[in-house]
C-alpha cells in the first residue's frame, strides 16, 4: 500500500503531465484573436491594416507577437501593447504573450494610405463627396460670447454618448478652444500624408490650437484660413462619422464661406442668447444660408435663464430671443427652423468646460445636459441612408 506522500507526489506528476501536454495555439488561431485589436486612431483591425509583422508560438506556451507602428514614436503603443496582450492571452494553452514593436517602412505607409483613402494624389473632403452619409452641422453665431463653442462640445459628447461616431472640426482659428473644452489634450499624429485626429469622451476632434505651440495667437488672412480648413477636411482622416460638428467663428466672415464652398450639403446650426440685440446678429448667421443655399437645421438658445435657489427663474438677459430668431429665420429661408431647446444659465456648464468634462457627462441629470442631450437626439435623428442620392441603375427592357 502507497504512503500517502507517494500519491501526493503522483498527483503533482499527473497535474505536471497534463499542463506539458496541452496544446498550444496555431499561428492562425492568434492572427484570429488579432482581429480584435483595432488600431486605436484608425479604428480598424491592425490584421486588416497589415501591422502584424510576425507571430511565432513556442512549444513551451509563449507567443511572440511582432507589430509594426505606423510612426515612430506612436503615443498609442502601450494602448496596441496592451490589447495585443489581452487578445492573444485568452488562447487556450498561452503560458505568456511577449509584443515586439516596429515602425512601418515608408512604402508600407504609402500602402496603408492607399488602403484607407484610395489611390490618389490629391486628398479630397469626404463630406462633400455625393455618396456621403455623414451629415455636417455648423455651429454658428453672430456674435462672441453666447456659449456657441460650449454649446458644440456637449452636442458632440452627447451624440457619441448614444454610440454615434462624431467629429468636431474647431474652426474657430483666431479664438480656438475646442481641445480644452472637449479634454483633448493628445496631439495629431502624421500617418504619410494623413493626420490622425485625437479622441476625447468618444469624439475625434482637430483644431489649429493642436499645431501651435503654448498659446501663440494665428495671425492669418483669408486665403490662410481657407486652407487651414481644407486641410482639416480632407488631411485629416476622420473614418466613417455619422455627425461632424464645425464650430465656426462668430460673424458671416471668411470661415463662413469657405465652408459653404467646401462642404455645400452642411446645414447651420445658429446659436443666440434670449437678449433682443444678440438675436438681431443671430439672425443674419443664419440668413447666410439664403446666399449659399444651406439648410438651416434650427436654433438654440443659451443662457436662458437663472434658477435662483428657491426655484425661481431670472432672466438675466432677457426672454424670447432665441423663439424670435426661429421665426425670422423661417420666414426668410421659407421652411421651418425649430428652437431646438433653451439652456439654462448654469456654473456648472462653464466649469465642466474648463475642466475638460462636458457638462451632458459630468452632470447628465441637470437641466442644462437634458436640454442638450434632446437637441442633440433632434439632430442625429434622421437615419443615415440613401435618400435623395443617385443609384446607378436603369429599367430592366421588356
Same mark, same amino acid.
Given at each position: 500500500?502507497?504512503?500517502?506522500?507517494?500519491?501526493?507526489?503522483?498527483?503533482?506528476?499527473?497535474?505536471?503531465?497534463?499542463?506539458?501536454?496541452?496544446?498550444?495555439?496555431?499561428?492562425?488561431?492568434?492572427?484570429?484573436?488579432?482581429?480584435?485589436?483595432?488600431?486605436?486612431?484608425?479604428?480598424?483591425?491592425?490584421?486588416?491594416?497589415?501591422?502584424?509583422?510576425?507571430?511565432?508560438?513556442?512549444?513551451?506556451?509563449?507567443?511572440?507577437?511582432?507589430?509594426?507602428?505606423?510612426?515612430?514614436?506612436?503615443?498609442?503603443?502601450?494602448?496596441?501593447?496592451?490589447?495585443?496582450?489581452?487578445?492573444?492571452?485568452?488562447?487556450?494553452?498561452?503560458?505568456?504573450?511577449?509584443?515586439?514593436?516596429?515602425?512601418?517602412?515608408?512604402?508600407?505607409?504609402?500602402?496603408?494610405?492607399?488602403?484607407?483613402?484610395?489611390?490618389?494624389?490629391?486628398?479630397?473632403?469626404?463630406?462633400?463627396?455625393?455618396?456621403?452619409?455623414?451629415?455636417?452641422?455648423?455651429?454658428?453665431?453672430?456674435?462672441?460670447?453666447?456659449?456657441?463653442?460650449?454649446?458644440?462640445?456637449?452636442?458632440?459628447?452627447?451624440?457619441?454618448?448614444?454610440?454615434?461616431?462624431?467629429?468636431?472640426?474647431?474652426?474657430?482659428?483666431?479664438?480656438?478652444?475646442?481641445?480644452?473644452?472637449?479634454?483633448?489634450?493628445?496631439?495629431?499624429?502624421?500617418?504619410?500624408?494623413?493626420?490622425?485626429?485625437?479622441?476625447?469622451?468618444?469624439?475625434?476632434?482637430?483644431?489649429?490650437?493642436?499645431?501651435?505651440?503654448?498659446?501663440?495667437?494665428?495671425?492669418?488672412?483669408?486665403?490662410?484660413?481657407?486652407?487651414?480648413? !481644407? %486641410?482639416?477636411? &480632407?488631411? $485629416?482622416?476622420?473614418?466613417?462619422?455619422? *455627425?461632424? #460638428?464645425?464650430?465656426?467663428?462668430?460673424?458671416? +466672415?471668411?470661415?463662413?464661406?469657405?465652408?459653404?464652398?467646401?462642404?455645400?450639403?452642411?446645414?447651420?446650426?445658429?446659436?443666440?442668447?434670449? !437678449? %433682443?440685440?444678440? &438675436?438681431? $446678429?443671430?439672425?443674419?448667421?443664419?440668413? *447666410?444660408? #439664403?446666399?449659399?443655399?444651406?439648410?438651416?437645421? +434650427?436654433?438654440?438658445?443659451?443662457?436662458?435663464?437663472?434658477?435662483?435657489?428657491?426655484?425661481?427663474?431670472?432672466?438675466?438677459?432677457?426672454?424670447?430671443?432665441?423663439? &424670435?430668431?426661429?421665426?425670422?429665420?423661417?420666414?426668410?429661408?421659407?421652411?421651418?427652423?425649430?428652437?431646438?431647446?433653451?439652456?439654462?444659465?448654469?456654473?456648472?456648464?462653464?466649469?465642466?468646460?474648463?475642466?475638460?468634462?462636458?457638462?451632458?457627462?459630468?452632470?447628465?441629470?441637470?437641466?442644462?445636459?437634458?436640454?442638450?442631450?434632446?437637441?442633440?437626439?433632434?439632430?442625429?435623428?434622421?437615419?443615415?441612408?440613401?435618400?435623395?442620392?443617385?443609384?446607378?441603375?436603369?429599367?430592366?427592357?421588356?
Amino acid at each position: 500500500m502507497r504512503s500517502a506522500t507517494q500519491l501526493i507526489s503522483d498527483e503533482k506528476v499527473g497535474a505536471a503531465a497534463v499542463t506539458t501536454t496541452q496544446e498550444t495555439p496555431s499561428v492562425e488561431d492568434v492572427r484570429t484573436a488579432l482581429n480584435s485589436v483595432h488600431d486605436p486612431e484608425i479604428h480598424k483591425p491592425i490584421t486588416e491594416l497589415g501591422m502584424v509583422k510576425d507571430i511565432s508560438v513556442g512549444d513551451d506556451g509563449i507567443v511572440t507577437v511582432a507589430i509594426y507602428l505606423t510612426v515612430a514614436g506612436c503615443p498609442l503603443k502601450d494602448t496596441i501593447t496592451r490589447d495585443t496582450t489581452a487578445a492573444v492571452s485568452k488562447l487556450p494553452g498561452v503560458r505568456d504573450v511577449r509584443v515586439e514593436l516596429d515602425v512601418m517602412s515608408d512604402e508600407q505607409r504609402t500602402e496603408l494610405r492607399k488602403k484607407l483613402r484610395g489611390d490618389v494624389e490629391e486628398p479630397v473632403i469626404p463630406f462633400a463627396q455625393p455618396g456621403s452619409l455623414t451629415r455636417v452641422y455648423c455651429v454658428a453665431s453672430g456674435k462672441g460670447g453666447v456659449g456657441k463653442s460650449s454649446v458644440t462640445v456637449n452636442l458632440a459628447a452627447a451624440m457619441a454618448r448614444k454610440g454615434l461616431s462624431v467629429g468636431v472640426v474647431d474652426a474657430d482659428i483666431y479664438g480656438h478652444s475646442i481641445p480644452r473644452m472637449l479634454g483633448a489634450s493628445g496631439k495629431p499624429t502624421k500617418v504619410e500624408k494623413m493626420i490622425m485626429p485625437p479622441q476625447a469622451h468618444g469624439v475625434k476632434v482637430i483644431s489649429i490650437g493642436m499645431f501651435t505651440p503654448g498659446n501663440t495667437p494665428v495671425v492669418w488672412r483669408g486665403p490662410m484660413l481657407h486652407r487651414a480648413l !481644407q %486641410q482639416f477636411l &480632407a488631411d $485629416v482622416f476622420w473614418g466613417d462619422l455619422d *455627425i461632424l #460638428l464645425l464650430d465656426l467663428p462668430p460673424g458671416t +466672415g471668411d470661415i463662413a464661406i469657405s465652408v459653404a464652398q467646401l462642404i455645400p450639403n452642411a446645414e447651420i446650426l445658429v446659436v443666440t442668447t434670449p !437678449q %433682443q440685440a444678440a &438675436a438681431e $446678429v443671430a439672425e443674419r448667421a443664419g440668413a *447666410i444660408a #439664403l446666399q449659399t443655399r444651406q439648410r438651416v437645421a +434650427g436654433v438654440i438658445e443659451n443662457m436662458s435663464w437663472f434658477e435662483t435657489p428657491d426655484g425661481s427663474r431670472m432672466d438675466i438677459f432677457g426672454s424670447g430671443g432665441g423663439q &424670435a430668431v426661429a421665426e425670422s429665420l423661417s420666414k426668410s429661408v421659407g421652411a421651418e427652423v425649430p428652437l431646438l431647446g433653451q439652456v439654462p444659465l448654469d456654473p456648472k456648464l462653464r466649469e465642466q468646460g474648463d475642466a475638460g468634462t462636458p457638462i451632458v457627462l459630468a452632470d447628465p441629470d441637470s437641466q442644462a445636459s437634458q436640454v442638450l442631450t434632446s437637441a442633440a437626439e433632434k439632430l442625429s435623428v434622421r437615419a443615415r441612408g440613401l435618400a435623395g442620392m443617385m443609384l446607378n441603375v436603369t429599367p430592366a427592357g421588356r
